[in-house]
């Protein structure tokens, strides 16, 4: 866990789990967590759960709301048992255990696997007019913030990149990336920006669940493309994908959301004309480029040559 997470109280949060659960905790499954303490619990009345304590905000009842929703459409995620219920200063949530399962799916690390999953996830989710806001996004999702700064102030208080110094070019196609996505802005959908490989588990080919729905967002559908592109696994479930392998995975889940976006959802109105699949693929992976980004201003460095070294086209994306 996190040194930076306080300790969880087991006294309170087993008045907690009695009260908003009506059974107390008799054993512990599990503990993990980095902003978030997230805790796997068998109960007095023999059921598992996982309560997950983090930081209060207004967008976790809409998170809740959300995978509820889901759950309730035949999404594979945990069935939310609480909505978000006060937990000391903070806030808790607790939902049912879902365990087993693997971290790649049968056909191993092709991107059409994630990108079905994540297509399907676009198109059963509501609309955001339809649940409470979902925002301010998670830090890591907030490429449109209205702070100072290019890049968004982190959850995690040791870094702030606006003040990292660095190669001037990372902040320059930031900028650019930045400025691409809000040129060609549409109108947003529900999806998930943590769309690694660890946050989901499956059954051979068959996805078994969705794990970490506080990362819930609302944003157009080629940003969410990017997102799942940049945290794409290509070598192990601890290696994200190249940006030029991102591009291609992009192009993977972008033409999966295409084509089951919003748009086609049966029984709903029609929305605004869709982008050409080009224009897709170009916005997906500007955004995609700038979560890359964003991890290689935190080393400072480190990365060397990245997108400088993309060919001429792709640089031309973000101009």
């Not at 879902?98 to 971290?103: E, F, H, L, Y």
Request: aromatic fraction near 6%; proline fraction near 9%; hydrophobic fraction near 40%.
């Amino acid at each position: 866990m996190s040194p930076r997470l306080p300790a969880v109280d087991p006294g309170r949060l087993a008045q907690w789990c009695e009260e908003r659960l009506g059974s107390r905790p008799v054993g512990e499954i599990f503990r993990s967590g980095f902003l978030s303490a997230v805790i796997g619990l068998r109960l007095a009345d023999s059921r598992a759960v996982v309560v997950k304590v983090r930081p209060d905000s207004p967008r976790m009842a809409a998170c809740v709301e959300v995978q509820r929703r889901l759950f309730e459409s035949g999404y594979p995620c945990p069935e939310p048992l609480t909505g978000a219920a006060p937990f000391g200063d903070g806030v808790a949530t607790a939902e049912a255990y879902v365990p087993g399962g693997t971290m790649l799916p049968g056909s191993g690390r092709s991107a059409w696997a994630f990108a079905g999953a994540f297509a399907r996830l676009v198109t059963l989710a509501p609309r955001p007019a339809e649940v409470p806001a979902v925002d301010p996004p998670p830090s890591w999702a907030d490429w449109n913030h209205a702070g100072a700064g290019l890049w968004p102030h982190p959850e995690d208080p040791d870094v702030n990149l606006n003040e990292v110094a660095g190669p001037a070019w990372i902040d320059d196609t930031g900028r650019r990336a930045r400025d691409r996505l809000r040129a060609g802005a549409s109108e947003a959908v529900i999806g998930h920006c943590d769309w690694l490989a660890a946050n989901l588990r499956w059954n051979g080919d068959k996805l078994l669940v969705v794990h970490d729905w506080d990362s819930v967002t609302a944003d157009s559908e080629a940003v969410l493309a990017g997102f799942a592109a940049a945290l794409y696994s290509t070598v192990s479930v601890e290696q994200l994908a190249t940006v030029e392998l991102g591009s291609a995975n992009g192009g993977a889940i972008g033409a999966k959301v295409a084509g089951c976006g919003i748009s086609a959802r049966p029984s709903r109105p029609a929305a605004r004309p869709r982008a050409p699949a080009p224009a897709l693929r170009r916005r997906g992976w500007a955004r995609g480029s700038a979560a890359r980004l964003r991890g290689s201003r935190r080393c400072s460095g480190a990365v060397a040559g990245g997108l400088a070294r993309l060919p001429g086209q792709r640089r031309g994306w973000l101009r």
